[in-house]
């Protein structure tokens, strides 16, 4: 049922006339996501504040976790990010400037200790995700069976057929039949590829979302806590890849691409706490997050050789379209025990498959149509659990950890599909499964300062296919990287 599926949604894909545009749900899937990002305190405890509040970077997941303040606060972060050997000629590593923000607490002056207590005001920077991951992997199981060609192949008899070239297909074999030799010519316009034995691929992508939240909160009876935050994002994306494939004909090619994504978009965040028994610490916190709405910008381009010759290049200039991300929804437990120890334990759940691509200018509807069915067809909802607990042996020394587990929402037969008029030219795709993260850190407070140290460890396991075929067995990859942080702060 399911390859029946793929084939209808890829039928309805390539019937799609005039220019398709290159982003899917894998992209999808990049431009949702997030890391785990902010104070080094809160990153240490799992993100899982929600309900305990008192970080300035909680304004980003429940915008209620700031009433809790009594006192105003300003922070900043840095970061080394370690993700392996680079790849592409980048490096593996890099410094980053994860988080800035200030928030002033009012106080409403009110000795009743009922109604209105203190009204804050928040905004904060922080980068909700670093694009930087570094790939080196030999393809397995080609075996002499198997090639990117087939694909390729298959694209460029569609494009015949069709009397439209898309880059992928124009690159290989144009309409007057001239080819750079990856190809075998079956008839008077027919393609077939060339199995392989062999092939390395490499790949770095490198760039950040950018987020940047303004909150407001209230204080209701030391007891109800409101908050609501407004999202600015801004997203610069990037990636360079090469794939490297050994025909068993002693032909070899190498097909090198890059892309690149702009766009900003906006969200709105509400969310709640509250202390269900009033003489208890323990707390419950819900949010919810609206979808992002983006304005994005594309572009991408290629280049392939046989036997070490230029053959030809494709490049696809700039062109916009809006994309939005799915809703979120989250709620929290926390507890404290005197001053000396708190626990945080949170969920979220995100659906990928409702993510939505939609056209700018009414131009090529069909085709968002399309891949926005594709999309719902490859992922699913993603769950997160974060749990987080926060240690103080003396007054001015506090130790944290933390624990994150993201489930994959990519299901278990998803694939990326390709078009023969289309401006896509690369054919691989990673299924990702789940993501855990292990956090651990220090604080220390004098008079109104402070500076928190944390280390996170993120490990992910993959299936990465080179390109689309139904028989392939995938090859294992890791995306493993380690974050090493500090936060300055300062309460006054």
Aim: hydrophobic share 35%; net charge negative.
């Amino acid at each position: 049922m399911k390859s029946v599926v793929k084939y209808v949604l890829l039928g309805a894909l390539m019937g799609t006339s005039g220019w398709a545009y290159a982003q899917d749900s894998y992209d999808a899937h990049t431009m949702t996501n997030s890391d785990l990002n902010g104070t080094a305190r809160f990153v240490s405890m799992g993100g899982a504040l929600g309900a305990l509040g008192g970080d300035i970077s909680v304004m980003s997941t429940n915008p209620a976790g700031t009433g809790v303040y009594r006192k105003s606060d300003a922070a900043i972060s840095f970061s080394g990010v370690f993700a392996g050997d680079g790849a592409m000629g980048h490096d593996g590593s890099r410094m980053s400037l994860d988080q800035g923000g200030v928030l002033i607490a009012f106080d409403m002056d009110n000795p009743s200790g009922k109604g209105l207590q203190f009204v804050n005001f928040g905004v904060n920077f922080q980068k909700k995700r670093n694009f930087l991951f570094n790939q080196h992997t030999d393809v397995q199981h080609l075996d002499g069976l198997f090639s990117q060609t087939f694909q390729i192949a298959n694209l460029c008899n569609y494009a015949y057929e069709n009397d439209y070239w898309g880059t992928m297909a124009d690159m290989s074999a144009s309409k007057k039949g001239v080819h750079g030799g990856i190809l075998d010519e079956t008839g008077e316009y027919g393609y077939a590829g060339i199995a392989s034995d062999q092939a390395y691929y490499e790949r770095a992508t490198f760039g950040a979302t950018i987020q940047a939240d303004i909150n407001f909160s209230f204080n209701l009876s030391d007891q109800f806590f409101l908050g609501a935050s407004v999202g600015v994002y801004d997203i610069d994306f990037e990636r360079e890849s090469f794939y490297q494939e050994h025909g068993v004909d002693d032909m070899v090619f190498d097909l090198t691409n890059w892309y690149k994504t702009t766009g900003d978009g906006f969200d709105v965040k509400l969310g709640i706490i509250c202390r269900p028994i009033e003489d208890s610490p323990f707390r419950i916190g819900a949010y919810v997050h609206t979808p992002t709405w983006y304005r994005m910008t594309d572009a991408n381009g290629s280049t392939l050789y046989q036997n070490d010759e230029y053959v030809s290049e494709g490049y696809n200039s700039e062109y916009d379209y809006k994309f939005r991300t799915p809703w979120k929804f989250g709620v929290s437990l926390g507890h404290t025990v005197g001053q000396n120890f708190a626990i945080g334990a949170e969920y979220e759940l995100q659906d990928f498959g409702s993510a939505h691509y939609s056209e700018v200018d009414g131009y090529n509807s069909a085709y968002f149509r399309n891949q926005n069915a594709i999309t719902k067809q490859v992922l699913r909802a993603q769950h997160t659990l974060k749990v987080g607990a926060e240690f103080k042996p003396i007054e001015a020394l506090s130790l944290r950890v933390g624990y994150n587990f993201v489930s994959s929402p990519f299901k278990s037969d998803a694939y990326r599909t390709i078009g023969y008029d289309g401006a896509y030219t690369e054919t691989d795709f990673t299924n990702w499964k789940a993501i855990n993260r292990f956090t651990a850190g220090i604080g220390y407070r004098y008079k109104g300062g402070y500076v928190d140290v944390t280390y996170q460890y993120q490990a992910q396991k993959g299936d990465f296919y080179a390109f689309d075929e139904v028989n392939l067995i995938p090859t294992k990859i890791n995306s493993n990287r380690s974050q090493l942080m500090a936060t300055l702060g300062f309460r006054f």
